[in-house]
């Protein structure tokens, strides 16, 4: 959109002092179109940094770990969160042979609320500042596993749903 409003005050403005003036004052107002015309700031808003880490536990089982880091006003929600409510935080495993028996995912936060969020009308529970969730993964072999943690993050304004945190187990 930039380059064809650009292109038409050029033509403008060339049309109008190849007439009137000379080609160094159309040159002018050329550099003073494209000050003026510039990229929109866009904001990226990423107010939840994730770290994932691998831990073996035995033979052919891991325990992946996902640590959020929240800036203030924001929440991450739990992975159990009933119907109609936000998007749980969860993790999903691509389809692998070798992929075992999962286990529950567990969670905990360094600023939990848990009751009535006004802003979906029930009970939730959600983590700000920091939150962890972890979860046990058995496998039938080496294999390399590989997934991606899905969340959704909300302010008292506003919600996010940044693309999913992809991830990498060495199974071997």
């Given at each position: ?29 050329t550099e ?8 929109p ?11 994932y ?20 006003g ?6 159990n ?15 692998n ?10 969670e ?5 609320k ?14 700000g500042?920091?939150?962890?969730f ?23 304004m ?15």
């Amino acid at each position: 959109m930039k380059s064809y409003i650009l292109t038409l005050a050029l033509l403008s403005a060339f049309t109008f002092f190849s007439c009137q003036s000379s080609r160094t004052e159309a040159e002018e107002i050329t550099e003073e179109l494209e000050e003026v015309i510039e990229e929109p700031q866009v904001q990226v808003l990423e107010p939840v940094k994730w770290e994932y880490s691998t831990e073996k536990l035995a033979d052919n089982q891991y325990k992946i770990t996902f640590n959020a880091s929240v800036e203030d006003g924001w929440y991450v929600y739990s992975s159990n969160i009933p119907e109609d409510g936000p998007i749980p935080t969860s993790i999903f495993f691509d389809e692998n042979e070798a992929l075992g028996e999962l286990g529950e995912i567990e969670e905990s936060g360094e600023e939990t609320k848990d009751g009535y969020d006004e802003m979906f009308d029930m009970d939730i529970k959600k983590f700000g500042h920091a939150a962890t969730f972890s979860q046990v993964v058995n496998t039938t072999g080496p294999a390399t596993i590989t997934g991606y943690l899905e969340f959704m993050t909300c302010d008292s304004m506003q919600c996010l749903f940044p693309d999913p945190i992809e991830f990498t187990i060495d199974a071997n």
